[in-house]
């Protein structure tokens, strides 16, 4: 059965380095059939739809489409609305004016939820309607999923982050703690780990929002690290919680502002690092306390993308058209390891990928909660693509001491 009509296609939440290969990969692939009328692509995401604010990007040329795809954030500008099912009724009520066939998201797990109620609005309204989420993520925390478009971009500007963080600290010793983004799951924070290359390289410690965390075990920890290494590195998730699920930066600060969508305001404010810097300094006495926010610049740093990432993120764009226009089908694209290296994709029911969220596995952490595997390395490894640089140190012997007292 051919539908014919039009496509609306839509980006959500954080930007990434290549949400656009995605939108780009799903527009190219829809203007190739000839039942799908019109591309449109709405800005702002959900609340461009409801408001009718859309471009039509089968007026674009295939040209600036690519020029598009290698630039990272979103394209089409992002909303972080979250739609309850009123708000997808008039969602659903304006693409049904539009005569819109085809509806296209990307983004992640919320993005997933909205998928699937506008969806069964269409049902219920008896209109011949499909709808695909396509998969996006830097936190890496959608269920079902080996890994998401947008993920490796990211794990690669940490990982050489604390590639340069590790070198920095070694030349000129002291205590340095990495803020990362991740609220519930840990794998951005994780990425950190590449950057371990020799033996006393850092981060020395990796704190995760899957483990509990405890101010005294984190001190005893720096100070153990300290005392044999003069130095220590420290990556850790702004999600950290302690063992009854509190949030450390609500526990630090005595604070719980939220953000729109009720959730303790965690990023943002640099708070963390410095929280947990003044608290090193005044229990170990450590005068050298660093502390840096990546924030937004792990989201789309323009000069750190995997390649990897990329084509995934443009491939997942086109299966999303291929399983929609060409098959009548509904769902959210998935992407999965059949190799090392290589994927597959597939499709995979709307509820069963909406509103959940996926963890880092046990076995990608350490015994102690604060660093972890080498199965971790060797998953995490093959999504930052090529050409990740490691560090090199001098080899070359020390000359001996001539002068007494020098011994």
Known sequence: ???????????????????NQSLVGVTLEARKFTQVTRVYGALFGVQGIVNEQF??????????????????????LSTRDKPDEKYCREIFRVLKAHDARYFFYIGGNDSADTVRIVNEQASLADYEFRAIHIPKTIDNDLVLNDHTPGYGSAARYVASAFTGVNLDNRALPGVYIGVVMGRHAGFLTAASALAQK???????????????????????????VY????????????????????????????????????????????????LLGDLVKAKLGIKRVRSDTFGYLQRSFMGCVSDVDQR???????????????????????????????VNYQLEKLSDVARKTRHMPDDYINPQGN???????????????????????LRAPQVAKLLEGNT
């Open 55 to 76: 471009i039509d990007l089968t007026q674009e040329t295939t040209h600036n489409l690519e020029q598009v795809a290698e630039t990272p954030s979103s394209a089409l």
């Open 312 to 342: 995934e993120a443009r491939e997942v764009g086109e299966r999303a058209a291929h399983y929609a226009i060409w098959y009548n089908l509904d769902g959210s694209i998935s992407i999965q390891r059949t190799g090392f290296y290589s």
């Open 1 to 19: 059965m051919k539908l014919e009509g039009k496509v609306v296609i839509a980006q959500g939440g954080g930007p990434t380095a290549v949400i």
């Open 371 to 393: 660093g972890v595997t080498d199965e971790f390395k060797y998953y995490l490894r093959p999504l930052l693509g090529s050409g990740f640089h490691s560090a090199h140190r």
């Open 227 to 274: 005392d044999e290494l003069g130095r220590c590195v420290i990556a850790v998730s702004e999600g950290i919680v302690d063992d009854q699920g509190t949030p450390m930066m609500t526990i630090l600060t005595k604070n719980s502002e939220t953000d729109a969508h009720g959730n303790v305001q965690l990023s943002g404010t640099g708070m963390l690092g410095d």
């Open 198 to 224: 020799y033996p006393d390289d850092g981060p020395h410690l990796i704190y995760l929002p899957e483990r509990p965390f405890s101010q005294e075990r984190f001190l005893n920890d720096v100070k153990r």
